[in-house]
């Protein structure tokens, strides 16, 4: 009997079940901190392979416009027309070509089935530019707001950065208007690029925002063994164009809210951002555009 009530009696104390509950509670935080650190870190490194991949989809881009740039010394339509401009960053370049875009519908299939074409043909040559702007929001994209307008701030040495806009894009334009004037005109913030030519004629333009979170779009141009800032030859083309496009490794892309952009950085070294992902690559131009080079001269250095 006295054996029955001592087992009766047997269990855990107060004490005990506190001193468990603690140990199970300490446990699970732990394992959830884990967890969400391994979780964290997941969905850094997919932002930033995210980031690393519109980076390359852009230098792709951008090297295929080149290797079809459409180059003659002797006709003004087909110049090409490069700036040297600095972000808060780093580099905010600009660069316009006239190149083969693919186009709908597509002039050869049009040509074997002219009943199949739906829309009015267009020449499949146009001007493309690179730039870097301000961000487009989602609703501003999506209205058809207009051209984003390029940033034009000009480079000053030791600038705060804390007076930058909060997020830059790399954007990619195509337009029918091969005129430089017209194009230039609007990337250096004068004017808007116009609907329709003197003549009347439409003018087409398609908007393609490429990378957001761009922090450093440096553009560098070689002819020989000189290395060019920007080319300002309207008689030759340069050789090669060096192309070095660095993006935030932040997940927000927001740009940094500290430091300076140096003065005047050497032309051998390329001003980097902390904390991002740089990639770069070198487009040799087509034998068209440097069979015209006349030996180079009057770009910027």
């Given at each position: ?240 164009v060096q192309i070095l496009i660095s993006v935030s490794g932040d997940e927000d892309g927001a740009q940094p ?38 030996g180079g001269g009057g770009a910027q250095q």
């Open positions: 009997m006295k054996n029955r009530i001592k087992k009766r009696e047997s269990g855990l104390t107060l004490v005990e079940m506190l001193t468990a509950v603690s140990v199970l509670v300490i446990i699970g935080g732990t394992t959830y901190a884990v967890f969400r650190s391994a979780i964290d870190a997941y969905q850094r490194t997919q932002s930033k392979l995210i980031r690393a991949q519109r980076c390359r989809v852009a230098l792709d881009w951008i090297a295929t416009d080149l290797s079809q740039m459409q180059a003659d010394a002797a006709d003004p339509m087909l110049a090409l027309y490069s700036e040297d401009r600095q972000s808060a960053s780093g580099d905010a370049d600009i660069l316009s070509i006239v190149t083969l875009v693919k186009t709908e519908p597509d002039p050869f299939f049009v040509q074997q089935n002219p009943a199949s074409a739906a829309a009015p043909l267009l020449s499949d040559v146009r001007r493309v530019a690179y730039f870097v702007a301000p961000a487009m929001s989602i609703e501003e994209s999506q209205s058809g707001a207009g051209l984003p307008s390029p940033y034009t701030t000009e480079p000053q040495g030791g600038r705060n950065t804390d007076t930058e806009p909060e997020s830059l894009s790399l954007y990619r334009v195509i337009t029918t208007a091969l005129d430089p004037e017209l194009f230039v005109s609007y990337l250096s913030g004068n004017s808007t690029l116009p609907t329709e030519d003197e003549n009347g004629v439409p003018i087409y333009t398609e908007v393609t925002p490429l990378i957001d979170g761009i922090l450093n779009f440096d553009l560098k141009y070689t002819d020989d063994e000189t290395v060019y800032e920007s080319w300002m030859e309207t008689e030759s083309f340069p050789l090669t809210t500290t430091g300076v952009v140096p003065s005047t950085p050497s032309q051998e070294e390329t001003f980097v951002p902390p904390n991002a992902l740089t990639q770069s690559t070198m487009v040799y131009l087509p034998a068209s555009a440097t069979a015209n080079d006349s």
